[in-house]
């Protein structure tokens, strides 16, 4: 448990890095257009595209109703949250709700891994009764309080969201992870990096030059566009590849950025993180962007509910360019940066109601890929 540190300045200085990186990353995005996949290597052109992942709004996040406001400055004036953003990220982005919502004093961050915090909030429920307030995370890492109806129910009127922002009446889509090809650009020329999976499969990154994480989420999220028979027969030949394996995200961007590997699969985010700092790497989308979607909550015994949900609505209307800025993380159904970073590539992932074929199918991948 950490407390939110004073860090003004870091906003301004990720939006910069961000932004000449978003340029790459639409260059890149043309250059995918004339890319088709091998015939005799590759996974078959993509399939219609994936619906209800993001689906396009009726109107943009509007804020919170007069009324969600009245009722937060009720509460104790503490906002506590269940998030994995960095402490400088958590305190640009509590700082700037502050001055929106001067009433909302104490800010508190739980730093939680996404498959701890429903554990976390179970545990809370049955000792003392009060949880944080607010959460966000992959929806899979939720049904157990889906469950055990340990979710607030939110309304989208109250919130002012578009109700195609609501996953369901407990869920709102604030956020995703996005996987693509990150480069260690020292040792790979923009030129000459993969465009496409297929490209993936070229004997010239045979032998240890791809670095990917033993979790089969970035290949297994392919799946929805592709088959599970592409997919499996792909997964299959890029292990034929000999990757090096990494058990997380951020072992592989280490690894590609300290040149170990030359390049490899991971997350958009964490990629940027690291080249904000100076890593010598960069981040490209392939022709379907693997996709994990986050969806953002309010545990049903939050200290502080009207103050969580009333975060949640700030998060998804003005504070989503800051969030975007801080975590590199957001919804490609609303502008901004991340909207930019798919441009007209096709996603690929699983809705919340697909939960049980996702495990089904990463199950498979995951009995392919080495352990490293």
């Not at 104790?76 to 990220?89: I, R, V």
């Not at 949640?312 to 970073?341: C, H, I, M």
């Amino acid at each position: 448990m950490s407390r939110m540190l004073n860090h003004r300045s870091r906003a301004a200085a990720i939006g910069l890095t961000a932004a000449a990186l978003v340029a790459v990353m639409i260059t890149g995005c043309a250059a995918n257009s004339a890319e088709t996949p091998s015939e005799s290597t590759g996974p078959p052109p993509s399939a219609a595209p994936v619906t209800g992942l993001f689906p396009e709004l009726s109107s943009l996040p509007s804020g919170p109703s007069a009324e969600l406001i009245t009722a937060a400055k009720k509460e104790s004036g503490k906002l506590t949250t269940y998030l994995s953003f960095s402490p400088p990220a958590m305190q640009a982005i509590f700082d700037a709700f502050k001055k929106e919502y001067p009433f909302v004093t104490d800010g508190e961050t739980i730093e939680l891994s996404a498959s701890k915090v429903e554990a976390r909030i179970v545990q809370e429920s049955l000792a003392s009764g009060k949880t944080g307030d607010y959460g966000e995370t992959p929806a899979n890492y939720l049904l157990d309080l889906l469950a055990r109806d340990l979710m607030l129910p939110l309304d989208a009127k109250e919130l002012g969201v578009p109700a195609e922002m609501m996953d369901n009446e407990f869920m709102v889509t604030v956020s995703s992870n996005l996987y693509g090809l990150a480069i260690n650009t020292d040792l790979v020329k923009e030129s000459e990096r993969p465009h496409t999976w297929a490209d993936l499969l070229d004997p010239a990154w045979s032998g240890n030059k791809i670095a990917m994480w033993t979790n089969a989420a970035s290949l297994g999220n392919l799946a929805p566009v592709w088959g599970e028979t592409a997919l499996l027969d792909y997964v299959a030949k890029i292990v034929e590849q000999k990757p090096s394996m990494f058990g997380g995200a951020t072992a592989v961007v280490q690894a590609i950025g300290a040149g170990e590997v030359p390049l490899g699969i991971t997350t958009y985010h964490q990629v940027m993180a690291a080249a904000e700092k100076g890593t010598p790497i960069a981040w490209y989308p392939l022709e379907v962007v693997t996709v994990s979607v986050s969806q953002a909550y309010v545990p049903l015994n939050a200290e502080n509910p009207s103050t969580g949900k009333l975060f949640l609505s700030w998060f998804a209307s003005k504070g989503y360019d800051l969030k975007e800025q801080v975590t590199f993380r957001g919804v490609p159904n609303l502008p901004g940066s991340t909207k930019a970073v798919v441009g007209d590539n096709e996603l690929s992932g699983w809705r919340t109601d697909q939960s049980e074929e996702k495990d089904a199918i990463e199950a498979k991948v995951s009995e392919l890929l080495p352990r490293g």
